[in-house]
């Protein structure tokens, strides 16, 4: 009996040991998990631990993804910066439409950006005075003078008229003070300007369809941004504009000149990505007419005057958009900093499509501003405006007494 009481004391100190380690144990695991999970993960509803691990296009944020869950301790504190935030349930943002700008009225624009002619004053205006106030008007200086002239793009044919009437007008002056030479020079820039062409940029129809402008040039010569100014311009005139977005190359083409609406109150007219632009142009007629807007500005694709394929499809938008109405204006948009190879464009583009008007952009940036000259001889079409900027107002109705002095100083 000793012995079986001997043996029951065993078994119970080994069951009391038992216990004692398994809870021993078990203490440790429930605090090691304490420690790691805090709280402890219930076995149901996802839980979400910020920051989810770099969400991709079309996951739903309540969705658990494949990684496996980290907890709390191994994720370092969110960068402020870059952490995505964990948004379940809320709506998308309504995106607001920006308000409306207003401009700057466009008289006298030129006078107000005349510093931006900068690289033309100093390399034009500033070199020829200075020439021309040399004690001795001798062969090499005439000929400094005539290379001035061909450097900022004025053209071979007009450089020599100029500089021929020049010389004449210098001769017979005898003595010749600055401001002579000043005067005698503005007279005669002006004379190749042709202050008399009519610049009035068309977009009135003079029916009861709206006004229709087009805008065509080979690439990145600002095209969409002058549409984009333009439309400023006239709704600040209380027009109510309508924009066809006919460059369907792109996509970002349309979203750019819809940008521009919004900023500018007009609605644009936009189809499908690599469609015809010349239902495109013809819809935003058509939508203009119904609406009974005043304007419709049509920005087209650039193309390379070469692509004859390209060429082509311009003349039929041309062609498929006066099945309405006739165009009232085709303005040429020219790169000024292009030089003499716009002049090569401006030929094919006068062929295929007649241009009623030329936009000079990017005057701002070059120091040929003799390319106003050239292009009116070239096409016999005035430049009706000119870009002087990349800002919604740099775009100037062109002025040629007020570009002269610009170059030459008052
Ligand atoms: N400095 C300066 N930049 C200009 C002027 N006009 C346009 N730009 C810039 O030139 C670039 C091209 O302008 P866009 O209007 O996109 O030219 P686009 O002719 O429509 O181009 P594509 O549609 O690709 O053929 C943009 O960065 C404009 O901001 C200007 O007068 N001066
Ligand atoms: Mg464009």
Partial sequence: MADTGRVMEIVILAVVIAVVVIGALGGLVIGSRRRKQLPPSPPAAPEITAPPAEPHI???????????????EEVDLPDASTAAPVVVDEPAPVAEAPPVEVP??????????????????????KGLLTLLSREHLDEDTWEEIEDTLLTADV??????????????RVRVLGTRT?????????????????????RTVNTESGLDTPGIVMVVGVNGTGKTTTTGKLA????????????????TFRAAAADQLQTWGERVGARTVRGPEGGDPASIAFDAVKEGIQEG???VLIDTAGRLHTKTGLMDELGKV?????????????????????GQNGLVQARVFAEVVDITGIVLTKLDGTAKGGIVIAVQRELGVPVKLVGLGEGADDLA????EAFVDALIGE
Avoid at 58 to 72: H, K, S, Y
Avoid at 104 to 125: D, H, Y
Avoid at 397 to 400: A, I, K, V, W
């Fill in 58 to 72: 079309g996951d739903e944020a309540e969705t658990p993804r494949d990684e496996p869950r980290r907890t709390i």
């Fill in 104 to 125: 700057e009225p466009t008289a006298g624009r030129l006078v107000r950006l005349r510093a931006r002619l900068s690289r033309s004053q100093n390399a034009l205006g």
């Fill in 155 to 168: 053209g071979v044919q007009p450089t020599q008229e100029l500089v021929e009437r020049l010389r004449e």
């Fill in 178 to 198: 600055p401001d002579e030479l000043r005067s005698l020079l503005r007279e005669e820039l002006l004379t190749l300007l042709v202050p008399d062409f009519d």
């Fill in 232 to 247: 400023r311009v006239l709704v600040a005139d209380g027009k109510h504009v309508v924009l066809g977005a006919a460059d």
């Fill in 293 to 295: 807007a005043d304007v």
């Fill in 318 to 338: 041309k062609r498929v958009v006066e099945k309405h109405a006739p165009l009232d204006e085709v303005l040429l948009v020219l790169d000024a900093t292009t």
């Fill in 397 to 400: 109705p062109f002025e040629p």
